[in-house]
């Protein structure tokens, strides 16, 4: 009997694009010759493996946000994330699974599989054509593995499909720096066939690019704490002269409408298509789910010579005393009162890559090799847009390292990046910063729970998540993250 490709049974929920680039979707029940034979079959699966990556916008706010310092939850949070972020986690949460990311995976290698062997079927299907499509696919691989490594650690590595009942379905988990150099060398190689452009802006701004692959290996050396190559990744990007960033009065276009000048990778959406985001669910008034942090609000709202306007007004709203929320994915100005209209209420793009952050990547890169006047200036570059006055600041990589968390902070707010950065500060130099990490985090909670996550927080390996039971449960060869083994 003919084996079926087990990706293709999957009926694509899940939501994407305001374009109709991303309207192929690969047909349920195939088999392997009746369906890989054309660059269609191949461009469908690929349409699957973006759409896959959207839908997981909720889930990239919440692991890039909940156990940082720039959110607190509302009424309507539900008991796992808050659980979470009190850092009561244990394997039986459901953000512990990371099935989403390895859908996206699977997608992406059976395009890698496959599509060579499209292009021995199908005459009209180039070598660019099949070369560009890998360089996707390539790209949403790897990006998901990198949230992987830095959500789980240690993770199961694979290359290959889950297509048949004989695919190698119990797989251990690989090292995490062994992860990260593979999906490296794939980047390093498959960036020569990935377009510096494609036809639409929102192809441009929604599809794997050079820009989106320099974007994704500076964020990855700068994981690694390879300072150069992140510096050499961001200069590729400058280098186009493609990219800039906003004009300080134009700065909310950042999020509407969005593609802006400024976008390198982002996930598009629309509403009127049932194309929904989960952003303006979990941030809207009404849904009370997350709120800025008490932290943040003041930081936006200081009253010195430096008052937030720009990034202020653009990042959080207030609606009465003490009463606050997150504005980027909700409003269509800068106002506070500018809600989004029915049609588009779920159609905010989810950023992954703008300039501006790979501007602060390269800032932190040089603070970090000592070239602090270069570092300064790409600072202050970024303040200057912000419409905020420059910094001076001693010649130390730690006063660096805290000017630029900040500005981080200021400029990316709630846009998922806050709990790694934090991660990367407190892992650098051998953990040295570990306990500034700590305080960081104990900030943001209540007093009766400081000591207790106080004491989680001191083992690094509780920085990570648990492996979700389920998971351990299905796959034999699997073993707990070390910390949860201990702690259990």
């Not at 959207?54 to 008991?79: C, H, P």
């Not at 996206?104 to 021995?120: Q, R, T, W």
């Not at 794939?186 to 452009?197: E, F, H, I, Q, V």
């Not at 669910?281 to 942090?293: G, V, W």
Request: aromatic letters at 14%; glycine letters at 4%.
């Amino acid at each position: 009997m003919k084996l079926k490709l087990s990706l293709l049974f999957i009926i694509l929920f899940l939501q994407f694009s305001c374009s109709k680039w991303m309207e192929l979707m690969p047909p349920e029940g195939l088999t392997r010759e009746e369906f890989w034979n054309t660059k269609e079959d191949v461009q469908s699966v690929l349409m699957g493996a973006y759409s896959a990556f959207a839908g997981m916008d909720g889930l990239l706010f919440k692991y890039g946000e909940i156990r940082g310092d720039l959110v607190k939850g509302g009424t309507n949070q539900s008991l796992d994330e808050q659980k979470i972020m009190a850092g009561n986690i244990y394997p039986d949460n459901s953000l512990c699974s990371w099935s989403q990311f390895y859908k996206v995976i699977n997608y992406c290698n059976e395009v890698i599989l496959n599509a060579p062997l499209v292009k021995g079927k199908d005459n009209t299907f180039t070598d660019y054509q099949m070369n560009s499509y890998l360089s996707e696919a390539y790209f949403l691989r790897s990006i998901s593995y990198f949230y992987l490594v830095r959500i789980y650690k240690d993770v199961p590595y694979t290359t290959q499909p889950t297509e048949s009942d004989n695919s190698d379905i119990y797989l251990a988990k690989t090292d995490g720096d062994t992860i990260l150099n593979r999906i490296v060398t794939d980047l390093k190689k498959y960036r020569n066939y990935a377009p510096n452009d494609y036809q639409t802006l929102e192809e441009t701004k929604g599809r794997a690019t050079k820009a989106a692959y320099d974007a994704l290996l500076a964020d990855i050396s700068l994981w690694q704490f390879d300072y150069t190559a992140c510096i050499n990744y961001v200069q590729n990007i400058e280098a186009t002269n493609k990219y800039d960033l906003m004009p300080n009065d134009k700065w909310y276009n950042i999020y509407y409408p969005g593609n802006s000048l400024e976008s390198i990778f982002e996930l598009q959406y629309n509403n009127s298509l049932l194309q929904k985001n989960s952003t303006y669910d979990l941030t809207q008034h009404d849904a009370y789910n997350y709120r800025p942090s008490d932290k943040i609000v003041t930081l936006f709202t200081q009253t010195d010579k430096d008052p937030e306007v720009i990034r202020g007004l653009g990042s959080i709203a207030k609606y009465g005393e003490n009463d606050y929320i997150i504005w980027k994915y909700v409003g269509t100005r800068p106002d506070g009162r500018s809600v989004r209209p029915f049609n588009v209420l779920n159609s905010c793009s989810w950023i992954i890559y703008r300039y501006a952050d790979v501007l602060l990547m390269k800032a932190e890169a040089l603070s970090q090799l000592g070239r602090y006047t270069e570092a300064l200036q790409v600072l202050n570059q970024i303040r200057f847009r912000a419409d905020v006055s420059p910094l001076s600041l001693a010649n130390s990589p730690i006063v660096y390292e805290d000017a630029i968390l900040n500005e981080r902070a200021l400029e990316l707010a709630f846009e998922g990046k806050r709990w790694f950065d934090l991660m990367r500060m407190g892992r650098r130099n051998n953990y040295t910063r570990k306990l500034d990490f700590i305080n960081i985090i104990l900030s943001n909670v209540p007093s009766t729970q400081k000591r207790i996550l106080s004491i989680k927080l001191a083992n690094p390996l509780g920085w990570y998540m648990p492996i979700a039971k389920q998971e351990l449960e299905r796959n034999i060869n699997l073993v707990q993250n070390p910390y949860y083994l201990e702690s259990q």
